[in-house]
């Protein structure tokens, strides 16, 4: 009998999915509760793989010998709770892609912040140093489309604790946990520790040749680690400790100590600022040395690094006044990173679809630098609720035009205006990218 995959969900990780199920032989179908996209049905077509969309029919689904669900499929979704009530065994993507790899290596980034910055830093070093490499996973192309179409000996994934959810086999032969904070709590019924878990679940699979990259300094981490049985080598960072294995900073120096190679690097020299990105930094440079890249290439890379669209991105200076696109912040964490590195009077945009939030975690940082707060939403009441007795001036507004007008309108020489929003973007927007270059756009327009 046949190996029938049914692809849950009809994104790019799906689409990829399907794609490197059909070249591996398995009968694939694929099904859409939306529409999908014009680019991906015409991959479908190309590649002869039957699906559907606007509906999921039952009895092509529940008739599957496995099932890859999308990443944004929720568990509580119907088709689902059929498919696990039937006992059907579901998997990720990445478990997929897993399954496929051949010799290659894996290094795999999770953590609540600075995925896709770290991911995008560890893929740049490889790149400089000249190693067969891609970028794979919730950033750039689906792993398994990789796989499937252009393996390299080295795949650079970022990993979503939805992802981890459901692997098996996958293994990460370098895994980093860059830290973990309160998101996505609406997932994991609203039980931190169910999210925890997830996360843990990268070095579930390793063994003692592989590595585990993971922050020192992340309490959530540190109370977790000691409960776990771990049978890989640890590679913790720090900057407020020194290690003998693994990364640290002291004073402005970072030093990284991986077998007998040792590098050491003036944080003045980093491409990228702040402080959480001194520890994304350093994870990304413990993980290049831990693939053998030697010092010199990794200072090299380290230092011409630019940073990701839609994070932390500089966009222009209109009359003194700073814009800094920081659209890909969709929880309070990322918001509280942002702000810690402001130096200047800020004009804070926030607002868009809150994933139960707790915005005291910023009140302090926005009652140091935050001179106005510009709401950018449909329903912007739990912000004005946080905020109005800490912030004199809070606007709202519907669209990133008139966001970026009000902003501009409250903001003197020498201000910052930051867009970094603390919420999903699905209220007034396609997706955080679509956020970012209306936000962009309307700043050109000044």
Known sequence: MSHRLVILGGGESGIGAAILGKKAG???FLSDGGQLKASYKQELFDNGIEFEEGQ?????ILSASEVMKSPGIPEKNEMVKQIRSKGIPVISEIELAYRFKGNSKIVAITGSNGKSTTTALTYHICKTAGLDCAMVGNIGISFAKQVALDPKEIYVVEVSSFQLDDIKEFRADIAMLLNITEDHLDRYNYQFENYINSKFRIIENQTPNDYFIY???DEVIMQKLPLLTIHTNPLPFSMKQEVKKGGYIKGDQMMLRIQEERVSMSIYDFALKGKHNNYNTMAAGIAAATLGIRKEKIREAVKNFHSLEHRMEFVAMVRGVE????????NVNSTWFALE???KPTVLVLGGTDKGNDYGLIADLVKDKVKAIV???VDNKKIIE???DIVPVIVETDSAKKAVNASFKLAEKGDVVLLSPACASFDLFKNYEDRGRQFKDAVKEL
Do not use: Q
């Not at 999921?56 to 092509?60: F, L, S, V």
């Not at 814009?323 to 969709?330: G, H, R």
């Open 26 to 28: 398995y009968e694939v």
């Open 375 to 377: 709401c950018m939403g």
């Open 56 to 60: 999921h029919t039952a009895e092509k």
């Open 341 to 343: 590195s402001m130096n």
């Open 323 to 330: 814009f800094i696109n920081d659209s890909k912040a969709t």
């Open 386 to 388: 946080a905020f109005k």
């Open 215 to 217: 922050c020192l300094d």
